[in-house]
């Protein structure tokens, strides 16, 4: 009978092993689909997309990556002491009056979202007697951050004058739905503006992005939610993408149900025959969301396994009826999401997205980091 095996022995009912090994596969994956001359950086925002700023980033500087993009300044302060002053940090927030000097003295460099940011940073730059790095983004149909049409008019090269123009970059809205037009126009007001800075490289696409085609790569890629093992914008993805992040729960309690009673909370779910049911040491406390009340699955024994009734804090219960009497004991553990139960799928079953399941993880439950730690000894001692 199939039993999952830990790396290590958990502290709590809840586990989650992060396989660096796999994150710099994804990079080094991705990095082969694209031109030579293109660059693929690392979006680690949201302190690595959940799994940790510092390990996150010093892997994928170990497998290559030279650019990094975060989303506030604090994180790039973070960042820059992980990796050191070589990488190039972005922050896509863009600059905030009062913090020039973090990005001055720190070397980093910002996404200039506005008219007014753009003012600002030249002027900056103007009076520090010096070119500052900058990013100019445009926006192309996020209706987020970035340079709407009407600044992109007022804007004049006197505007930029005294930066140095890192990179053109806009955001596609659309990626993940590679049929969907609004790429394609996004694509070609994009370039149309360009145009107007043809010195400057260009970025405009994300994980979803890099699937559309040579001509979305440009200069440099952004992925992010691809280095994590989503393979959100083609499932054909999946065998060349592996999951960084697994997720277990522990099974506390065996037991029957009669038919016709609840489980759970506000009674959602009804036994409609006698069965068997196990309840696992994991719940939306630890970011397994409640969304997945009587629609999630688990993988225990060797099967797929419903979850039933409402998820609470710190449990949540499956049905079992269907397991071999020998497959599922106290103490046994469970995968909540990892090879068997793919993120993209636990994502479609909450009806979220993948980049909200990996944000949400706890930091309640006992954490494994497979090789970062080996990792880092090679690198204190080269």
Same mark, same amino acid.
């Given at each position: 009978m199939h039993k999952i095996q830990l790396p290590f022995k958990p502290l709590s009912p809840s586990a989650i092993v992060v396989d660096f090994d796999a994150l710099a596969h994804n990079y080094n994956y991705l990095k082969s689909l694209l031109a030579p001359h293109t660059i693929c950086s690392a979006v680690v925002k949201c302190d690595g997309y959940g799994i940790g700023l510092t390990m996150t980033s010093s892997t994928l500087q170990d497998a290559g990556c030279e650019h990094f993009f975060v989303a506030s300044i604090d994180e790039a302060l973070d960042l820059r002491s992980t990796l050191g002053p070589e990488p190039d940090i972005f922050v896509l927030s863009g600059i905030r009056e009062g913090d020039e000097d973090h990005y001055i003295t720190q070397n980093i460099t910002p996404v200039l979202n506005a008219l007014p940011q753009v003012q600002l940073w030249n002027e900056t730059a103007k009076i520090k007697q010096r070119p500052l790095p900058a990013i100019l983004h445009f926006d192309t149909g996020m209706m987020r951050t970035g340079l709407k049409p009407?600044? #992109?008019?007022?804007?004049?090269?006197?505007?930029?004058?005294?930066?140095?123009?890192? #990179?053109?970059?806009?955001?596609?809205?659309?990626?993940?739905?590679?049929?969907?037009?609004?790429?394609?126009?996004?694509?070609?007001? #994009?370039?149309?503006?360009?145009?107007?800075?043809?010195?400057?490289?260009?970025?405009?696409?994300?994980?979803? /992005?890099? #699937?559309?085609?040579?001509?979305?790569?440009?200069?440099?890629?952004?992925? /992010?939610?691809?280095?994590?093992?989503?393979?959100?914008?083609?499932?054909?993805?999946?065998?060349?993408?592996?999951?960084?992040?697994? =997720?277990?729960?522990? =099974?506390?309690?065996?037991?029957?149900?009669?038919? /016709?009673?609840? =489980? /759970?909370?506000?009674?959602?779910? =009804?036994?409609?025959?006698?069965?068997?049911?196990?309840?696992?040491?994991?719940?939306?406390?630890?970011?397994?969301?409640?969304?997945?009340?009587?629609?999630g699955q688990i993988y225990l024994g060797g099967h797929r396994v419903p979850v039933i009734g409402r998820v609470s804090m710190d449990l949540l219960t499956v049905d079992i009826t269907d397991l071999p009497e020998d497959a599922c004991h106290i103490g046994d553990w469970a995968e909540v999401m990892g090879d068997h139960i793919h993120i993209d799928d636990v994502a479609k079953m909450a009806d979220t997205a993948p980049w909200e399941l990996l944000t949400s993880l706890s930091t309640r439950s006992h954490r494994y980091y497979n090789s970062y730690e080996l990792n880092k000894t090679k690198r204190e001692a080269s």
């Open positions: 009407d600044e #992109f008019g007022q804007l004049g090269l006197t505007h930029v004058s005294n930066l140095e123009l890192k #990179f053109m970059m806009s955001h596609l809205a659309c990626a993940y739905e590679s049929h969907n037009a609004m790429n394609q126009q996004q694509l070609e007001l #994009f370039d149309n503006w360009r145009r107007s800075y043809p010195i400057a490289p260009a970025s405009l696409s994300n994980s979803g /992005g890099i #699937f559309l085609g040579e001509r979305y790569h440009m200069d440099m890629v952004r992925p /992010g939610l691809c280095l994590y093992g989503s393979a959100l914008p083609t499932e054909a993805e999946r065998v060349n993408l592996k999951p960084v992040v697994k =997720v277990y729960a522990q =099974v506390l309690q065996v037991g029957p149900l009669m038919k /016709g009673h609840s =489980v /759970g909370y506000d009674g959602t779910y =009804v036994a409609h025959r006698p069965s068997r049911i196990a309840t696992l040491g994991i719940g939306y406390g630890d970011g397994y969301l409640r969304n997945l009340s009587n629609k």
